[in-house]
T-cell receptor, first 109, second 112 residues
Framework: KNEVEQSPQNLTAQEGEFITINCSYS?????LHWLQQHPGGGIVSLFM???GKKKHGRLIATINIQEKHSSLHITASHPRDSAVYIC???????????FGEGTQLTVNP | SQTIHQWPATLVQPVGSPLSLECTVE??????LYWYRQAAGRGLQLLFY??????ISSEVPQNLSASRPQDRQFILSSKKLLLSDSGFYLC???????????FGSGTRLTVV
């Protein structure tokens, strides 16, 4: 069992749909990161969470520390949101990240 | 600015050849630096991390090594590449616990 698990692995949506990607982790964390990886491979940090909820534009990230679960939501999805979304746990024992395997999101026009 | 410069962007190398990937960072001094690898169809895996000059920790025994000759320079090397070294290599930095990560643009290495 991976220490960080994401679901679904693949997600296809129509433009405008509300999207949710889930992340569960089993390690003790100081923070939970959501990252976006574009087809060329470049990775952008979207959120870093240690509690509650954060919002940036159409993206919302939530975390439940007790349940060891985080979600990334995209409202009014757009084809340019198509990318791989990666959840990563920053362990309390250091700043190292343990990554989920990513969710490939495809938003069709 | 917490910019990371990583090069080259793509690299094709024959089996048995040496490798040197360089990562330089700007911004806050004494960052934590990391090398991650993403093999085809798999998630990112930590290879090495460094909390200071000359301080390297290895997470996965393998054909690779890392060095940090200067505060803002992190180098990934191999004396003899294997086919299994192919993948996407990312350099990353953080200024410490609970600070955000910044990632380089990555190097796609294909060993042939």
């Amino acid at each position: 069992k991976n220490e960080v698990e994401q679901s679904p692995q693949n997600l296809t949506a129509q433009e405008g749909e509300f999207i949710t990607i889930n992340c569960s982790y089993s390690v003790g964390i100081s923070a939970l990161h959501w990252l976006q990886q574009h087809p060329g491979g470049g990775i952008v940090s979207l959120f870093m969470l240690s509690s509650g909820k954060k919002k940036h534009g159409r993206l919302i990230a939530t975390i439940n520390i007790q349940e060891k679960h985080s979600s990334l939501h995209i409202t009014a999805s757009h084809p340019r949101d198509s990318a791989v979304y990666i959840c990563a746990a920053e362990e309390t024992s250091g700043s190292r990240l343990t990554f989920g395997e990513g969710t490939q999101l495809t938003v069709n026009p | 600015s917490q910019t990371i410069h990583q090069w080259p962007a793509t690299l094709v190398q024959p089996v048995g050849s040496p490798l040197s990937l360089e990562c330089t960072v700007e911004g806050t001094s004494n960052p934590n630096l990391y090398w991650y690898r993403q093999a085809a169809g798999r998630g990112l895996q930590l290879l090495f991390y460094s909390v200071g000059i000359g301080q390297i920790s290895s997470e996965v025994p393998q054909n690779l090594s890392a060095s940090r000759p200067q505060d803002r320079q992190f180098i990934l090397s191999s004396k003899k590449l294997l086919l299994s070294d192919s993948g996407f290599y990312l350099c990353a930095r953080t200024t410490g616990r609970n600070y955000g990560y910044t990632f380089g643009s990555g190097t796609r290495l294909t060993v042939v």
